[in-house]
């Protein structure tokens, strides 16, 4: 191996341009995609940044919300007002750290999330301010709201029992705390204590019975797990229809958008659960609701009144209730056909800030329950 | 070249080999090559110019970009210092001991299944001919476009009670037999399963255009000694691939580390969905902090160790002349194991959940298509473009100052500038958000005070503050290409440039790049499908009515339409899809070229 004798700087940088003799015609370094890129940095990032029109009237939303509905029906307001609505949509825990961090510089207008937990944390975190508004003091009922209208519900979410129609007679199962007697030992699926829905029906679990007799439910729970905690609100309806649990605990609208599945598959698994209003004897079925709260430092904040004024509309109502199967905080929308073969219920009343109080008791619950 | 006096004390650090005699093991002659080479090397490391102790600009440069990167991290860690919390206390009492054995079971079966695959693939298709080698060439790099929370919604899509696998099965077993697959998947095993699949191209990448660099003359060498061609792979290949190795599983395992999706989904509580867990569900940032600071102190001595296992080692070829391998020609069953063993990862890291998302795109596309998807990727493509060449600069100023001027401190800064790859994206997000909305505010009162009006957040929520979380998040995927790729550019044709007259600027321009062409490349480009997978960072940073590939696919998946997600899942699937062929072909042409000397 005589190569480590030549081993030495001339002969190996000379031996290099005896290598590439194509480098000395092609220009030392190609520069073509690096120009390229550079221009790129320099034309397009500016477009992107500042292609703002600042006398266009708009309203800023941070949305969890992202269904189509939501987008179809911030169309029609800016059709009907003149308003654009500029979204970003991401969780809401994300939106809430984003809007501490902007503090009174916050683009933000109004804040929507899927849960009354999250605005009470909002609220508490002094990231909304109260709205005086007859329209919305009048359509959205008491319990929906925020005692001091710092939020307000725009739909009614359920937590309820879907069973395998096969398996299960719905009269054995009639409450929450049901799931954690002995006789549906490795029968029950559920997903995991990180989800919102979970924690903010541990907390209402927590207000109803106290924070020890909660704890021994999530025990219960827990042994009757079919298998460990997985997936999402859909996954736990499929693997009820599917024969891995025989009842699950889940939000109905889920099982509404089964029902209404484009694909015949999605239909027939819908159709082997049933669903259950859970505790119709006692304090009702866990709600929550998908809400909006106008941020302290709103720059547009009359545009924000209206924006959520016109979502407690008659149509926008409808639209909501329509497409995703939530029940509508409005009195007097029809309900979606499926809603309707589900027949009334009662609901808990429960004040909703409640949810978002005993949220960490909550967690720290399913932490202590092994829930995980 | 000016002979520098060397025997100083400092000088010793520099010029670390001892003249001890030839080891005579057995085969006689490599001992008595590799001594004459180890004294070369030490001749030629007393000659290396010694490091100066005055700051010079690139010295100064790349401290203050690192400062810049790390600026956002050192925001959210700061906290750690303060009380424990009653929350703290609370998740150390109750769940840290899960996360801890979830988290460290997840990197070493990840690691070691990346290793398995990437390696022997790489080797494979380095070293030997078989059916199908070209081809497979470029589809073991494939994967490497999926999201893993992708592959995770459609692994458990495929395996699910409506799926197609339990469909076959059922024709011949009970329902109730076939029906715990998707739940047997949906757990910690799985969760390795699915990161292994999309995570071994970075090895396999790094190590095979290793394995192709080398020169055919060592490995030809080593047989001609009468070493097998596993021996040879095992003793010779595998230790001068070593830098490269290791890089890519460093990049793998943090990778893995900060992995949220997939395994949220999948109900692993790793540490990752521990800080989330402590952040948002009990709206506790201090713990979350902590959390943070535990796994950024786990991955700093990965870090270190990573290099501290390259030690003194060089691991250029030492040769002037450089002859490519020629590829072994494999015969019947072993040659169509070889096509088997390299066709695997391709199917199921690729191929099965492509054909899964094109399946739900036939069934939504008449009504999900629109102009708009335009739009989505265009802004994805731009994000990706302009991250990845900004990544890929700052890494080579990075680079090239330590081998300027090698001091302690440099050291520290480069090694310190790969942390936030470690860092969950969200996490990264809300640090960057500091200094953006601190410079914003000092903007606004010098606004205020010239005109009185008042301007809202100029660079938070902007395309800029995206882009530059973006280089804080995936620096390191550059960096720890750009660095082994260094390392095989030998000191002395530096040297010889700067001799010559050139100072370092035209050096790097006129000697460095032009070798490292295809490692740059191949740095940038793993930026790119990185930021076009990226996730929760986008999400949070994003400015109004801006959405990418990434963002519309995860909503769509979030709100449980996963057909309608498949579209802009597929479509960052196949814009990842594109530069990496490209970049496999000018890896390949490796073959061919020379190396670096």
């Not at chain 2, 950024?296 to 490519?324: C, K, M, N, T, Y």
């Amino acid at each position: 191996m005589p190569d480590n004798l030549h081993d030495s700087p001339v002969s190996s940088s000379g031996s290099k341009v005896g290598h590439r003799p194509s480098r000395n015609d092609a220009g030392p370094f190609r520069r073509g995609p690096f120009i390229l890129a550079m221009a790129l940095l320099f034309a397009v990032v500016p477009l992107l940044a500042g292609c703002e029109d600042e006398s266009e009237p708009v309203v800023n939303v941070y949305s969890h919300r992202h269904y189509d509905t939501d987008e179809a029906l911030f169309q029609q307001f800016t059709a009907e007002t003149g308003i654009r609505v500029r979204v970003v949509s991401a969780s809401a825990d994300e939106l809430i750290a984003r809007l501490e961090r902007e503090g009174a510089a916050s683009p933000a207008d109004v804040l929507i999330t899927v849960d009354a937990g999250r605005l009470h944390r909002a609220r508490t975190r002094g990231l909304l301010q109260p709205v005086e508004s007859e329209v919305l003091q009048e359509v959205v009922p008491e319990h929906l709201r925020d005692p001091e209208n710092f939020w307000f519900g725009l739909t009614q979410r359920i937590r309820v029992l879907a069973y395998a129609r096969e398996r299960v007679d719905p009269e054995e199962i009639q409450s929450y705390e049901a799931l954690a007697d002995g006789e549906w030992e490795g029968r029950v699926v559920a997903r995991t204590s990180e989800n919102i829905y979970n924690i903010s029906h541990m907390a209402s679990m927590v207000a109803a019975l106290g924070q020890e007799a909660a704890e021994e439910w999530a025990r219960g729970v827990v042994a009757n797990f079919a298998r460990p905690p997985q997936g999402n609100d859909t996954d736990q309806i499929r693997d009820v229809a599917s024969g891995i649990g025989d009842v699950a605990l889940v939000n109905s609208y889920y099982v509404g958008r089964l029902l209404n599945a484009d694909d015949a598959a999605s239909r027939e698994l819908g159709e082997r659960v049933g669903i259950i209003f859970p505790n119709q004897e006692d304090r009702g079925a866990h709600v929550n609701v998908s809400g909006i709260g106008v941020t302290a430092h709103a720059p547009n904040r009359d545009h924000a009144v209206r924006l959520i004024e016109f979502l407690v509309s008659e149509e926008a109502q409808r639209a909501f209730a329509e497409a995703n199967f939530e029940y509508p905080v409005r009195e007097g929308i029809d309900w979606a056909p499926t809603l309707r073969s589900w027949g009334t219920f009662r609901a808990d009343d429960l004040e909703l800030n409640r949810l978002g109080e005993l949220n960490n008791e909550a967690v720290r619950i399913f932490d202590r329950a092994g829930w995980r | 070249m000016a002979v520098t006096p060397p025997p100083e004390p400092d000088a010793a650090r520099w010029s670390p080999v001892p003249p001890h005699p030839p080891t005579n093991s057995g085969s006689g002659r490599p001992g008595a090559q590799g001594w004459i080479r180890r004294r070369l090397s030490g001749l030629r490391d007393q000659y290396r110019p010694r490091p100066r102790v005055t700051l010079t600009g690139w010295t100064v440069a790349t401290l203050i970009v690192v400062a810049l990167v790390l600026l956002p991290i050192a925001a959210v860690t700061l906290g750690i210092f303060g009380e424990s919390s009653d929350t703290w206390r609370h998740l150390a009492s109750t769940v840290l001991a899960d996360y801890l054995g979830n988290s460290a079971i997840l990197v070493l079966g990840v690691g070691a299944l990346t290793l398995l695959i990437g390696v022997g693939t790489a080797w494979l298709v380095a070293t030997c001919e078989f059916p199908g080698r070209r081809l497979l060439e470029t589809g073991l790099i494939l994967p490497l476009a999926m999201p893993t929370y992708i592959m995770a919604y459609t692994y458990a899509e495929i395996l699910s009670h409506t799926g197609p696998v339990q469909g076959a099965l059922q024709l011949v077993l009970d329902p109730s037999v076939t029906a715990g697959l998707r739940t047997g998947l949906m757990s910690l095993t799985g969760a390795t399963f699915i990161l292994a699949l999309v995570l071994y191209p970075y090895v396999y990448l790094i190590t095979r255009a290793s394995f192709l660099k080398q020169s055919g003359g060592i490995l030809e060498t080593s047989r001609i000694l009468g070493k097998s061609g596993w021996s040879s792979f095992f003793k010779v290949a595998l230790p001068m691939a070593r830098p490269a190795l290791v890089a890519g599983v460093t990049l793998v395992l943090m990778e893995v580390l900060n992995e949220y999706g997939a395994v949220k989904y999948f109900g692993v509580s790793t540490f990752t969905t521990g800080i989330f867990r402590a952040w948002f569900s009990l709206g506790d940032t201090p713990s979350a902090i902590r959390l943070s600071a535990c796994l950024l102190a786990f991955v700093f001595v990965l870090i270190l160790g990573e290099r501290a296992q390259r030690g003194r080692a060089r691991f250029d070829h030492g040769s002037s002349r450089f002859r490519p391998v020629v590829p072994f020609q494999l015969q019947g069953w072993r040659a169509w194991l070889a096509t088997g063993a390299c066709a695997i990862p391709v199917l199921f890291g690729f191929l099965v959940p492509v054909l899964q998302l094109v399946s739900w795109v036939i069934g939504v596309a008449p009504r999900a298509l629109d102009a708009r998807f335009l739009t989505l990727a265009m802004n994805s493509f731009g994000l990706a473009m302009v991250a990845g060449f900004l990544a890929v600069v700052i890494a080579l100023l990075i680079v090239y100052s330590v081998r300027l001027s090698p001091t302690p401190l440099l050291h520290l800064a480069s090694r310190a500038s790969s942390l936030g790859y470690s860092v969950p994206g969200a996490v990264i997000a809300v640090g960057v958000m500091v200094p953006f909305i601190w410079i914003d505010r000092q903007v606004a009162g010098v606004v205020q005070s010239l005109t009185g009006g008042s301007v809202g957040l100029i660079l938070t929520g902007t395309v800029a503050a995206l882009v530059f979380a973006y280089v804080v998040r995936f620096l390191a995927v550059a960096l720890n290409p750009v660095d082994s790729g260094f390392e095989r550019i030998c000191g002395n044709l530096d040297e010889t440039s700067r001799s010559l007259g050139s100072p370092p600027l035209r050096t790097l321009f006129k000697v460095d790049v032009p070798l490292l062409k295809g490692t740059l490349l191949s740095a940038g480009l793993l930026v790119f499908v990185d930021v076009l997978k990226e996730l929760p960072l986008t999400l949070i940073l994003r400015p109004f009515d801006f959405d990418t590939l990434a963002t519309r696919a995860f909503q769509l998946a979030m709100d449980e339409q996963v057909a309608e997600s498949a579209l802009p899942a597929l479509l960052i699937v196949l814009v990842g899809t594109l530069p990496v062929i490209l970049l496999n072909r000018l890896i390949g042409r490796q073959r061919t070229k020379g190396s670096y000397g």
